[in-house]
């Protein structure tokens, strides 16, 4: 089970720290991904990270503002989200899925096999 929050609203130029918390079972292996969907568009990757931190992949538009790591508890990720911008404004999505390789394939949604219930986060321009 996967629960996302720390969403809201902010201004352009603002910042915003969301976290998931995993429970349940044991994630060792796993890697947790965040994605995202705005408003009349399909749901779209912004960053993964392996279970054990060691390992972390960006969507383009995120590099360089966004930050994905482990939390401060042992079962929850999150993503610093800095410099937002109005393009920004999604109902973000933590996700779940056993991965032995790294790479363009942690955008595909379709391959994660836990999601959370979304969090949102409106930037303001």
């Known amino acids: 089970q996967l629960q996302a929050f720390g969403g809201g609203l902010v201004q352009a130029g603002g910042s915003l720290r969301l976290s998931c918390a995993a429970s349940?079972?044991?994630?060792?292996?796993?890697?947790m991904g965040w994605f995202r969907q705005a408003p009349g568009k399909e749901r779209s990757f912004v960053a993964a990270?392996?279970?054990?931190?060691?390992?972390?992949y960006y969507a383009d538009s995120v590099k360089g503002r966004f930050t994905i790591s482990r939390g401060n508890a042992h079962n929850e990720v999150d993503l610093q989200m800095n410099n937002l911008k109005p393009e920004d404004t999604a109902v973000y999505y933590c996700?779940?899925?056993?991965?032995?390789?790294?790479?363009?394939?942690?955008?595909?949604?379709?391959?994660?096999?836990?999601w959370g219930q979304g969090t949102l986060v409106t930037v303001s321009s």
């Open positions: 349940g079972r044991t994630w060792t292996g796993y890697v």
């Open positions: 990270i392996s279970w054990n931190g060691g390992s972390t």
């Open positions: 996700a779940l899925k056993w991965s032995a390789s790294w790479g363009p394939s942690l955008e595909l949604g379709g391959q994660y096999d836990y």
